[in-house]
């Protein structure tokens, strides 16, 4: 069976509201594409406006965060029922920058994706290694360790459901794409460790996403590759060419 494609855009900590509103209006008649999932990760203050704005459209919103707790005294966290009702699909859980600045260990992202699936919402479980990792060789060590870790507690049906992105830190914002080999081997190791701790079935529907400095150019090769699903995309989720990245 065919796995759908799926291509994300990680707004980060871009666009106001207004601004947000603009973006979605240019981007609509561009990603218009019924075999592929669309999403827009967006800062929390932009989710209501681009749900409104993305009503009735290929598009789906997602959000770049959420807290592990139901509601209550955690100033300024925002609830996965909060995210649920405002029309979210997906959850961005994971990313480097959240693991790096925001001290995100595997131990706290393995409560937040159990609680999105509690909530229904789709994780988008993001992994990645550091230059220093690569140049010692460690990199795949180091991906199985950050999956198995977030993935305690999930079942295999869950699992089959999620999207993982490998995003190698080095690549991300910085224009230096890992190649399609480089991509595709990381990829591959993903699938065959879901298939070592779920099953094959599992491994085969699960969507494995690249993300770091993917373009308008780089795209429809890295999108070639067997295992590379869709795309995680940071800075062109910005502009135009994230449409050329969706028709990619
Ligand atoms: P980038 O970011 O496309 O700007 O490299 C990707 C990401 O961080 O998800």
């Known amino acids: 069976m065919a796995r759908r494609r799926i291509i994300a855009g990680n707004w980060k ?3 106001t509201p207004s601004e947000a509103k603009e973006l979605v209006a240019l981007l609509a008649p561009l990603v218009k594409n019924d075999d592929v999932d669309v999403v827009y990760c967006v800062p929390a203050i932009d ?6 704005a993305v009503a009735g459209t290929n598009v789906m919103v997602g959000a770049e965060n959420m807290y592990i707790e139901d509601k209550g005294a955690f100033t300024g966290e925002i609830s996965p029922d909060m995210l649920v ?3 979210v699909k997906f959850v961005i859980i994971g990313h480097s920058e959240r693991r790096e600045y925001f001290k995100e260990d595997d131990t706290f992202l393995n409560k937040k994706v159990l609680k999105a699936f509690e909530k229904g919402l ?10 220093e990792q690569r140049e010692a060789g460690v990199t795949l060590d180091w991906i199985r360790l950050q999956i198995k870790s977030d993935l305690q507690g999930v079942s295999a049906e869950q699992a089959a459901s999620m999207v993982i992105a490998y995003e190698p830190i080095w690549a991300i914002g910085t224009g230096r794409t890992a190649t399609s080999e480089q991509a595709e081997e990381v990829c591959k190791a993903i699938r065959e ?7 094959e079935a599992t491994a085969e529907a699960i969507r494995i996403q690249y993300g770091g400095s993917m373009n308008a150019g780089n795209a429809a090769e ?3 590759m067997p295992n590379i699903d869709g795309g995680l995309i940071g800075g062109a989720s910005l502009k135009a060419d994230f449409a050329q990245i969706v028709n990619a």
Request: aromatic share 4%.
């Open 13 to 15: 900590m871009n666009k």
């Open 47 to 52: 989710i209501v406006p681009v749900a409104e």
């Open 85 to 87: 009702d405002a029309g």
């Open 122 to 131: 789709t994780p988008i479980l993001c992994c990645g290694e550091t230059l």
């Open 193 to 199: 460790l879901i298939c070592e701790i779920y099953d």
């Open 222 to 224: 890295l999108l070639s």
